[in-house]
Structure formats: structure tokens, C-alpha cells
């Protein structure tokens, strides 16, 4: 199986879903994630509005503020990620990919329903199960 290519936008909003994930306190502030996952401020800003907007993070104002996972990590699946920040799943890495692999540009019809194909493989691809591999190898590159 080819290997999937997520934009660098869906990569830090995933890497930010799964510290929060992981997040024992319930919520972590921007400058936390940022630090965490050594993602840059202003774009982590943008990537928490989309991720907001699309229901898969809250956010508080104030002393006791910051982020947290607006539902449980097992509902949140890949698929759900880069809609929220690429749109369809065909505009995203996993699309881009199989245009390179050759597949033939879309019409709009073909494009949703390719969408509806790339999620149904990564749809089962959920936060929480990530949680688990994912921050334990982060933890294990760190100097």
C-alpha cells in the first residue's frame, strides 16, 4: 500500500489533535501545542480556528483557558482532520497522491466520490488510537 501524503497544514492540525488527546489536564494552551509540537505560533493559530470551526476543538478565553477536544478522541477520525483544514480528501495529500499515481483528472461528481473512497479507508483511523503510538515514538525521538 503507498504511503499517504498529508499537506503540512493537516499534519501539525493532526499532531495537534493527538497532544490534546493526550492532554491529562483537559485543555493546553496554544503556546503549550506550539511548543510541543514544535509547530510555528501564527500558523498553529489558523490550523485551531479551522479545527474549531469544524467542531473537533473548543476553546477558552482567559487565565484558565486554551484548547481541548470539543468530543471524545475515539469519534474524531483522520478524515475528519483534513476535511477541516484541506476540504475534500481529494484536495488533500491523500488526493494529490493518487494524481501523481496517475489517476486522471476529476469533475466535481468524480471528486466527491473519490472523497467518500479515501474516507472510507481512513475514517476508522481515529485520534485516540493514535494517541497510543504516536505521542510514546514522539517521545522517544525527542533529544
Known amino acids: 500500500m503507498a504511503n499517504m501524503r498529508l499537506s503540512a497544514r493537516a499534519d501539525y492540525a493532526l ?3 493527538i497532544e490534546l488527546a493526550a492532554a491529562h489536564d483537559g485543555h493546553v494552551t496554544a ?10 505560533g501564527k500558523f498553529l493559530e489558523t490550523i485551531l480556528t479551522h479545527l474549531r470551526r469544524s467542531n473537533i476543538v473548543r476553546s477558552q478565553r482567559g487565565p484558565d483557558g486554551g484548547f481541548w477536544l470539543a468530543r471524545p478522541a475515539s469519534e474524531i477520525s483522520l ?3 483534513i ?12 488526493g494529490q497522491a493518487f494524481k501523481a499515481s496517475g489517476g486522471a483528472a476529476m469533475d466535481g461528481l468524480n471528486a466527491r466520490k473519490l472523497d467518500r473512497d479515501v474516507a472510507g479507508l481512513i475514517d476508522s483511523v481515529v485520534v485516540d ?9 514522539m517521545l522517544k525521538m525527542k533529544p
Open 79 to 81: 478524515a475528519d482532520i
Open 15 to 17: 499532531r495537534a489533535a
Open 31 to 40: 503556546e503549550q501545542l506550539a511548543q510541543a509540537q514544535n509547530i510555528p
Open 129 to 137: 488510537l493514535m494517541k497510543d503510538k504516536v505521542i510514546p515514538q
Open 83 to 94: 476535511r477541516a483544514i484541506d476540504g475534500l480528501l481529494t484536495g488533500s495529500g491523500a
